[in-house]
C-alpha cells in the first residue's frame, strides 16, 4: 500500500512501495547517481503540473511517486477550461525543458562538472521525448485527448452513449431494470446516464462524493445487480454494501457498438417506460426514489422551454449536483434544442468574482439555479466588481426567493428575465411559475405562480374537499407529469400518489405535496410553506413556514428557517444578514405576527447549513437547538 510523506496545500505526497524499494536498491548500484537525478528531475515536472493546476484554483489531490516515475492525480480534469487545461499538461514538459537548458548552460559556465551536468540533460531529455509520445496516456496524449475533445466533444458524447448502451444491453439482456450509476459533476456523467436509457433501462444517478451511508441507502433501496461507476470513484465504490457487478465506465469504452442490438433496444422502448429514478434529499425523513417517466420529462422540457425561451443558441449554467432534479434541465435542454451546458465548478460559488468570470468566458446566457446560489453573490456584493454580462434567463427553486436579493439581481441584470419556479421532484421538478413582471420592493412576497400547459394544480382541504378561493390548503398535483411513484415502496406510494377525491367518474392520480397555499384573486398560487412543519404551540397551531416568510421580508434578513423544540416549548429563529440584530428581528415580527408566533430564541449564523441540493439543512439546526439545550 502507498504510503503518504507529505502535504503540500491540498496535495498529498505519496510513496508507492514498489518505488521506494527501488530506490534503495538503486543506491547500492552504479546507476545510484542516474536513478537519483531521474526521480528528482520527474518531481520537479510533477511539482509543476500541480502549482499551475492550483493556480486554476484546481489543485491536485495527489502526486505519487511510482516505480516508473511519478503520477499526478487530478479530479475531473476535463471541467477545466480549455486554456487552463492545456496550461496544466504543459506545466510538466516545460520545467523538463527547463531542466535541459539550464543543465546546458551550467556545464558550459563550469558551474557544474561535465558528467553531472550530463546526467541532468539526459535524464530530463528522456523524460521530455516520453511524456511528449501523443500515443502513451502521459503529458502528449493528454493534450491530444483534451483538443479533441473541444472539437468532437458532442461526437464523443454520442459514441459513450452508445459504446456504454451496447455493453448495458448485453448484460441486462432486455431486462428493463435500474442502472446505478456512481459518477462525478463532469460532462461524461449525463452520457454514461443515456447510455443505460440506451439500452432498454432507467439510471439511478449516485454523487461519488456523497456519503458511504447514503450510497449504501440508495442501493439498498434499488436492489440492483448492476453498477456503473466513473474510475475515480471505483475504489469507493467497492467499499459499498453492494454484490452485484461493477462496471468501469472509461473500460466500457475499449468495446465496440452494436447498432442492431441498440436498434432493437429503441424499438421497444415505451414514452412510459421509467427514464431516471432521483432520490429525494429533503430536510428530514428517509430519501425515496422519485421515479419519472421519459413522456414525463419531455413534458416537462418542453414547458420550461417555452416559458424560458430557450433556444438553440443559449448556454446553460449548471449549478446543481447532477444526481439532483434541477439538473434534469441542463442536461435534456442541450439534448432537445441543441443548447449548450456549461458546468459551473462547485467552489466558484464562494468567490462571486471568479464565478462572473467563469460565466462570462463560457458565454451563459441561461441559469435554473437554486435560491441559496443566487443569494450568495448578493449578499457578498458581487455586482460591485463585475456581472454575468452574457445572462438573460434567470430561474430559481427550491425555497423562498428573498426579494431583497432579487431585487439587487434585477438592478445588475435589468434586460435578463427572472422566473420563480416551484414544484417538487414528484411533479418532475417543477409544476408552476412566476415571471416577475417588474422591479421588486424589498418587502415584497413572490407568488409561485400558475401552472405549466402539462399540469393542473389545486388545493384540497385535510378532509380532501375542494377549499374555497382565497383560503389554504394542501397543494396538489394532476397531469401526464407525475412520478410513476416510488421505487420498491408501495405503501409510500400510496400515501402521497392516490385518487383525486374530487373526481369519482374515473380513475385520476393526483400528487399530495404536502405543501400548503392560497390562490390570490388574480390566480398566481401564493407559498405558506410545508404541511408537516405546523405545530401545537401555546394551543395554537402554527405554520412555521409562515415565521420563514415574515422574518425573510426584514430588511438585512438574508436567510431564515424556524423550528420549533418540542421539549421546551420554544420556537427558535435563524438568520443570516448584516446589519440587522436580533431585537431587530423581534420587533418586526411582533408587528407581523400574532404574539404566540414570535420566536422565543433568534439566534444569528455566520451561513445557513445546507444540503447537496441547496436547500436548508433543518437536521444540522435541529442538532444546534439540542446543543444549546445541553448547555
Known sequence: MKRKIATLGETDITVHPAAGILLLLGLLTRWRALLICTYASILLHETAHAAVSALWHHPPQEVEITPLGAMMRLEDEERLPLTARISVILAGPLM???????????????????????????????????????????????????????????????????IIGTAAAKFRAGQKKPIAVMSGRNAHTPAVFLGAVYAGCCYAPMDGTMPVHRLNSILNTLDTDLMIVQRAFYDKAKTLDFSGTILIAEDLLEGSE??????????????????????????TGTPKGVITAQHSLMCYIEDYAGVMGIAREDVLGNQSPLDYIAAVRDIYLPLRFGATTAIIPKELFMSPERLFEYMNDKGVTAVGWSVSALTVPAALGAFECSVPQHLRKVCFSGSVMPCSCLR??????????????????????????????????????????????????????ERNEAVPDGEIGEICVKGPILALGYYNSREKTAESFLQNPLNHAYDERIYKTGDLGHFAPDGNLMFHGRKDRQVKHLGHRV??????????????????????????????????????????????????LPGFMVPRKIEQLDAMPRLDNGKTNMRALAERITAAAKH
Open 96 to 162: 523538463t525543458l527547463i531542466l535541459c537548458a539550464l543543465s546546458l548552460w551550467l556545464t558550459q559556465n563550469g558551474v557544474i562538472p561535465r558528467e553531472t551536468g550530463r546526467l541532468i540533460f539526459l535524464s530530463n531529455a528522456g523524460i521530455l521525448l516520453v511524456n511528449l509520445l501523443p500515443a502513451l496516456p502521459l503529458d502528449g496524449g493528454r493534450l491530444l485527448s483534451a483538443v479533441l475533445l473541444r472539437l468532437l466533444r458532442r461526437e464523443t458524447c454520442w459514441r459513450v452513449m452508445r
Open 408 to 461: 439587487q439581481w434585477q438592478l445588475a441584470l435589468p434586460e435578463a428575465k427572472f422566473v420563480n419556479q416551484y414544484g417538487p421532484t414528484e411533479a418532475t421538478a417543477s409544476c408552476t411559475y412566476y415571471v416577475v413582471p417588474g422591479l421588486v420592493e424589498d418587502t415584497d412576497v413572490l407568488p409561485i405562480g400558475k401552472p405549466y400547459p402539462h399540469y393542473e394544480v389545486f388545493l384540497l382541504s
Open 258 to 283: 452494436d447498432a442492431a442490438l441498440l436498434a432493437d433496444c429503441r424499438a421497444r422502448a415505451r414514452e412510459l417506460d421509467p427514464l431516471y429514478i432521483i432520490f429525494t434529499s429533503g430536510s
Open 543 to 592: 405554520e412555521l413556514g409562515e415565521i420563514d416568510l415574515a422574518a425573510a421580508k426584514v430588511p438585512g434578513v438574508e436567510d431564515c428557517c424556524a423550528l420549533y423544540d418540542q421539549a421546551h416549548e420554544q420556537i427558535w429563529l435563524f438568520y443570516t444578514g448584516e446589519g440587522v440584530t436580533k431585537r431587530d428581528i423581534a420587533v418586526a415580527l411582533r408587528a407581523d
